[in-house]
T-cell receptor
Framework: EAQVTQNPRYLITVTGKKLTVTCSQN?????MSWYRQDPGLGLRQIYY???????DKGDVPEGYKVSRKEKRNFPLILESPSPNQTSLYFC??????????????FGQGTRLTVV | SQKIEQNSEALNIQEGKTATLTCNYT??????LQWYRQDPGRGPVFLLL?????KEKRKERLKVTFDTTLKQSLFHITASQPADSATYLC?????????FGAGTILRVKS
């Protein structure tokens, strides 16, 4: 089954404690991205990657890091989480390198709470 | 930067009627526009993609229009059902990014 898998689904952590949210896709997609979703603000892109070892900032990259060492994996790293990073996070992938002219497949989401 | 506007107020309609949702955008002329459905706590699911040279696209009970002059897309669900109740997001290509609107909540009452 074609899917994007995120882990964990739920996470409560304390301010400053480094964490990683994993994302893996089994569709051999080139393009992967991370979004955060907050009430009233919709989905905002954090980082995206057009291929292995190619990553770039989205609209809200501050406080986040990513890496793309393998095509299937695109982890999101919060080096020093803060309460304003409490949000619902989604990983997505698509076939086309620009991500715009083919459908995006989304993961199930990770609900992160930073206290 | 690109700005996408969708009706912030929920749309409440009666079962069997046609739901029409609006997506307006500024500061850009995208080559593609997409619509997604999102259920509470779940990831968005792709519905339709329309290209700038296409005026209209249909899929079963769904229809999307794309007016590049007005910078607007309309999303229609005909013969709506309670199961269509969800948040609907429009998204467009902006450079190398896919940018989303905040979405419109649709509630279909039986």
């Amino acid at each position: 089954e074609a899917q994007v898998t995120q882990n964990p689904r739920y996470l409560i952590t304390v301010t400053g404690k480094k964490l990683t949210v994993t994302c893996s896709q089994n569709m051999n997609h080139e393009y992967m991205s991370w979004y955060r979703q907050d009430p009233g603000l919709g989905l905002r892109q954090i980082y995206y990657s057009m291929n292995v070892e190619v990553t770039d900032k989205g609209d809200v990259p501050e406080g986040y890091k990513v890496s793309r060492k393998e095509k299937r994996n695109f982890p999101l790293i919060l080096e020093s989480p803060s309460p304003n990073q409490t949000s619902l996070y989604f990983c997505a992938s698509s076939t086309h390198r620009t991500g715009g002219n083919t459908e995006a497949f989304f993961g199930q989401g990770t609900r992160l709470t930073v206290v | 930067s690109q700005k996408i506007e969708q009706n912030s107020e929920a749309l409440n309609i009666q079962e069997g009627k046609t739901a029409t949702l609006t997506c307006n955008y500024t500061n850009y002329s995208p080559a593609y526009l997409q619509w997604y459905r999102q259920d509470p706590g779940r990831g968005p699911v792709f519905l339709l993609l329309i290209r700038e040279n296409e005026k209209e696209k249909r899929k079963e009970r769904l229809k999307v229009t794309f007016d590049t002059t007005l910078k607007q897309s309309l999303f229609h669900i005909t013969a709506s059902q309670p199961a269509d109740s969800a948040t609907y997001l429009c998204a467009l290509e902006y450079g190398n990014k896919l940018v989303f609107g905040a979405g419109t909540i649709l509630r279909v009452k039986s």
